[in-house]
């Protein structure tokens, strides 16, 4: 695989990137799945993980894990670290950001089977998983 097979790609292999103010799927890229016939896990987790209480504007701070079995596409890792550092000043409840990250990913790759688990830190005592899983 050489850097002219993805000529295409926005982020990996350029320096001057900015992250995003908000989570915005248009971020997320691809690379054709080399092995589509067979189906193997892929594991991806993003153990800093930020994003905002809507209701007192607080941080909230998570691990991220993504599990697929990819179809016709992967997902590209630089991409997914921009989209969801996209999520650093965005406001929503840790249940609604585990699903609209289901939801996005599972548009741009189109995965045989995903599953995304946010792990969010302890708020008054309470630790709170959240885990979507497509289809």
């Known amino acids: 695989m050489s850097k002219a097979e993805y000529p295409d790609f926005r982020l990996l292999g350029k320096q001057n990137s900015q992250f995003p103010t908000h989570p915005d799927a248009s971020i997320l890229e691809t690379f054709p799945n080399r092995s589509p016939n067979r ?77 995304v688990i946010g792990e969010f830190s302890a708020r008054g005592g309470i630790q709170l998983t959240v885990e979507a899983t497509y289809p």
Not at 65 to 85: D, G, M, N, V
Request: charge should be neutral; charged fraction near 20%; include cysteine.
């Open 39 to 115: 189906d193997y896990w892929i594991t991806l987790d993003c153990q800093d993980f930020t994003s905002l209480c809507p209701v007192t504007g607080q941080p909230d701070f998570a691990q991220i894990k993504i599990r697929y079995i990819p179809h016709a596409s992967c997902i590209e890792t630089k991409s997914l670290k921009f989209y969801l550092a996209g999520f650093r000043n965005y406001p929503a409840f840790n249940e609604q950001i585990v699903n609209k990250i289901l939801d996005d990913l599972v548009s741009c790759c189109q995965p045989r089977r995903m599953t």
